[in-house]
């Protein structure tokens, strides 16, 4: 029987493989102590011996039969600015990814990893420099946030798949990941209160609009033009610019909800009067909203982040067209608390 990693699965299926266990191994295991144990889970523990009310004979054969998967902290990083965490963890094979704990007034935030490394290769960002090595479980999404709620004493009330790794192309784990974590019996962390980042899989796009799911779409635009998105980010080759306002728009009558589009203002490449005029025109009518994010720089890659006054100009002429436009405030400055910095930073060492 191969070894289960618990965590990754519901009560009830979890249930069900404990009453696998208990007929294999001859140990009885009441179903009582399934809710015991998935209860545990969602605390955060490092092993079966820190489950106090499960007796030594089902530790021993959970021990046996199955496995737990929360992160350990590598490494924390605390921000004198504002008090943002960053998050280096180390995952059960060695492999490391990061996560960051922001405070905003409607609680507290964590940005989640949802695969080590990425494959995008999108030109500007840190998460790619070692392309992907693997996807994350169900459980080392979910423990993300149950090991930063332990470390931190408080509780996650939203949050962002926007770290290391493109989320819908680990599609199914993901999937899992947003119904364990809605899951009453467990964080009870609804839909509304989690956005998920892409940057532009058309067809996964389709495929989660018709899953009906409320969360928040954020999509990774970053440029107004095909030749512009296509230098930035290499998805662009595959997935042109109108199939990508296509999805969007699918997924907008579907859901009924508003995407929020990113776009990082790199100067010189993205941030013209005309890029703005154009990134107008190409979101008219859209029920949206423009996240504009001004660069975060990465030492290993040559762009550098627009001005003020372009980012401003910017926005004015987003607002003239009737396009919602804000400008991210940047959380952790001093920490680097953009993902991929702190792995690639690692890597090296």
Known sequence: MERIDLASLNLEELTEKLREISEKSGVKIEKFRSAQIYGWLTRGVYSFEEMLNVPKNIKAVLDEYCF????????????????????????HDGEFIESVFMRYEHGNTLCVSTQVGCRMGCSFCASTLTGLTRNLTPSEILGQVVAAQKDMGEKVSNIVMMG???????????????????????LNIGHRHISLSTCGL????????DEKK????????????AETR?????????????????????????????????????????????????LGNLLSGMICHVNLIPLNDV???????????????????LEKKHITATVRRRLGSDINASCGQLRAENEKK
């Open 299 to 317: 030492k290993e890659r040559n762009y550098t982040k627009s001005s003020k006054k372009a980012i401003d100009d910017f926005v004015k002429i």
């Open 230 to 278: 296509r230098k930035l980010m290499p998805v662009a080759r595959k997935y042109d610019l109108d199939e990508l306002i296509s999805s969007c728009r699918y997924y907008i009558e579907k859901t009924g909800r508003r995407i929020s589009f990113e776009y990082a203002m790199i100067a010189g490449e993205n941030d013209t009067h005309a890029h703005a005029e154009r």
């Open 164 to 186: 290391i790794g493109e989320p819908l192309d680990n599609y199914d784990n993901v999937m899992k990941f947003l119904e364990l974590v809605n899951d009453e019996k467990g």
């Open 214 to 225: 409320q969360i928040t779409l954020s999509l990774s635009l970053h440029a107004s033009d």
């Open 202 to 209: 058309c067809d996964k796009i389709r495929q989660l609009a």
């Open 68 to 91: 737990i998967t929360l992160p350990r902290v590598e490494k924390k990083l605390v921000s004198k600015i504002d008090g943002t965490v960053k998050y280096l963890f180390r995952l």
